[in-house]
């Protein structure tokens, strides 16, 4: 598995899978088909209501805790000092690990500089190997690493051929964080699958516009966490390393780029006021 180096010396493999919408009784069951078949990298999050049965399905691998990267979040809800300590002994105690590979601050809202500062402490302990966020515009994430002492090893950010977050990845390059892209496939829409450059590209090299998507994003640094419940598809999502998209091909592809997300609006005061204040526990 190919992997990238973190501003830490954290080795993060370059390619995971995400379960973000796995029904919980099905996650089981993709972990385990994932790991199977060569993922070393498994994304899950609190609010996604399934770390118990990743961790279920990472004890039952056979696989060496080592040997696996796992990453979850931390929701607003929990976003106080005591809140996220405890936050994160219950996500540990569902995943039933001794200690987290990468954990990220979920969204932008709420007193994200107190959670900030439990994920130092955490980090320090040994108890986390990395620490980052999701969803930080770039203003955001440059006034909390001014502010805090240790700089986020990652920005996981909607990214995909529609929403390419070009000055975002630039500016992230610049400061040393990694930009992982979740959505990578934009969540299906505007026919993604269906689009006539990405199908032109895919055909050339006998592979999938996934294919595609998957190296492109890979070719610009960015790691990827596609989701998929089909075990034929998720071997299909990791043979991204045996072709390379040309400079003009890449530059095709930036041309699909709109500059928005298709997926939601995050200056919508709605969406903000209902993701700000949405509980996941009592």
């Known amino acids: 598995m190919k992997t990238v180096k973190l501003n830490n010396g954290v080795e993060m493999p370059a390619i995971g899978f995400g379960v973000y919408q796995i029904p919980a009784?099905?996650?089981?069951?993709?972990?385990?088909d994932a790991l199977e078949v060569g993922y070393r990298m498994i994304d899950t999050a609190a609010s996604y209501f399934n770390e118990k049965q990743v961790g279920d399905a990472i004890?039952?691998?056979g696989l060496?805790?080592?040997?696996?990267?796992?990453?979850?979040?931390?929701?607003?809800?929990?976003?106080?000092?005591?809140?996220?300590?405890?936050?994160?002994?219950?996500?540990?105690?569902?995943?039933?690990?001794d200690y987290l590979d990468l954990y990220l601050i979920h969204k932008p809202y709420g007193n994200y500089y107190a959670a900030w500062r439990a994920m130092e402490r955490l980090y320090k302990e040994g108890r986390i190997r990395a620490i980052g966020v999701t969803s930080f515009s770039s203003e955001r994430l440059q006034d909390l690493f001014l502010?805090?002492?240790?700089?986020?090893?990652?920005?996981?950010?909607?990214?995909?051929?529609?929403?390419?977050?070009?000055?975002?990845?630039?500016?992230?390059?610049?400061?040393?964080?990694?930009?992982?892209?979740?959505?990578?496939?934009?969540?299906?829409?505007?026919?993604?699958?269906?689009?006539?450059?990405?199908?032109?590209?895919?055909?050339?090299?006998?592979?999938?516009?996934?294919?595609v998507i998957?190296?492109?994003?890979?070719?610009?640094?960015?790691?990827?966490?596609?989701?998929?419940?089909?075990?034929?598809?998720?071997?299909?999502?990791?043979?991204?390393?045996?072709f390379t998209l040309s400079d003009e091909e890449m530059a095709r592809i930036a041309t699909l780029d709109t500059g928005r997300s298709p997926i939601y609006d995050d200056m919508n005061l709605q969406i903000v006021k209902g993701i700000g204040t949405l509980k996941i526990h009592d």
């Open 147 to 211: 502010h805090n002492e240790i700089k986020p090893t990652v920005n996981q950010l909607e990214t995909h051929p529609f929403f390419q977050q070009q000055a975002a990845h630039r500016f992230l390059e610049q400061e040393g964080i990694r930009h992982e892209a979740w959505a990578p496939f934009a969540e299906g829409q505007n026919d993604i699958f269906n689009n006539p450059l990405l199908k032109a590209i895919a055909g050339k090299y006998g592979k999938t516009v996934g294919n």
């Open 59 to 61: 004890r039952h691998s």
């Open 64 to 97: 060496k805790r080592e040997e696996i990267f796992v990453t979850t979040k931390l929701w607003v809800q929990d976003h106080e000092y005591d809140d996220t300590l405890r936050a994160f002994d219950l996500s540990m105690k569902k995943l039933g690990l």
């Open 25 to 32: 009784g099905d996650t089981e069951r993709c972990v385990s």
């Open 214 to 242: 998957l190296r492109w994003l890979n070719q610009r640094g960015v790691v990827v966490i596609p989701k998929s419940v089909r075990k034929e598809r998720m071997i299909e999502n990791l043979n991204i390393f045996d």
